[in-house]
Structures are given as structure tokens and as C-alpha cells.
């Protein structure tokens, strides 16, 4: 359920990097909300609420957007040699 004053941002997340993310969320105090699992595969939904009048909630929403991409890069690359946590 949403919270008043918030607004919402879905996120699906690999399960490959699910950690990363979860402490990402954990660390910056993110509302948050586990919404579907996609066992079949391997992909977590995740809503978060974010606080309208918080850039610090922005910043960590970029720092996941940013863990994202670059996982998406790695994965998608055909480049062998790329480590995605460099």
C-alpha cells in the first residue's frame, strides 16, 4: 500500500544482484515493498515509496538505476572480459 506524500517506482531486479540493491534500500532507509517474484526467471518486483521532498531518496533511486545498467551491460555484453563490479 502506498504511503501519502510518496510517489512510487517498480523496479524489477535479477536475482544475480538482488543483494546489492536490498542494501542499497536497507542502508538509505527506503520504503519498500516486495511485490511479485518471478521464480521462473529469477527477477524480483520491487516497489519503492519515495519521499516527494527528498533528493536523498533520488540520489539512492539513481545509485539502483545506476547497479542496474551496469548489470545489463555485463549481462548483455559480449565482451567475456567485463566485470560489472569494477
Not at 524480483?44 to 521532498?53: P, T
Amino acid at each position: 500500500m502506498k504511503p501519502r506524500n510518496t510517489k512510487e517506482e517498480i523496479i524489477k531486479v535479477p536475482s544475480d544482484i538482488l543483494l546489492d540493491i536490498l542494501t542499497v534500500i536497507v542502508k538509505e532507509r527506503l520504503r519498500h515493498e516486495i511485490s511479485q517474484i518471478y521464480g521462473n526467471r529469477g527477477v524480483v518486483e520491487i516497489s519503492l515509496y519515495l519521499s516527494n521532498d527528498m533528493s536523498k531518496h533520488e540520489k539512492a533511486l539513481d545509485n539502483i538505476h545506476n547497479l542496474l545498467e551496469e548489470y545489463n551491460e555485463y549481462r548483455y555484453s559480449q565482451n567475456e572480459e567485463l566485470n560489472w563490479k569494477e
